[in-house]
């Protein structure tokens, strides 16, 4: 089950800021949706075909061409930090 600090922690991962009754909500909601998919997870399939084997499939990519690329400095120009010429970010810890 999903509780208010995990909410809390993925709207800082996302930098959104959430007022105390939205986290209530998303925590609901969040665990709502959790708890569908684990019920779902109790359902037997193993007689059920999948289809997207049966769906012919098909790789579309372009072509790779070498373009002129975005200079530098107006590519790190509305980087919030930046070291040494690339983009800085701030480690990504989890509990």
Sequence with gaps: MIDKKDVEYAAGLAH????????????????EILDYVDKLSELDT?????TAYTVPMKNVLRKDEV???????????NAPDEKDGQFRAPKIMSD
């Design 16 to 31: 959104l800021k959430l007022d105390e009754e939205e986290k209530e909500k998303y925590t609901e909601q969040i665990g």
């Design 46 to 50: 193993d007689d059920v075909v999948p």
């Design 67 to 77: 373009k002129k690329s975005l200079p530098r400095e107006k590519s790190l120009a």
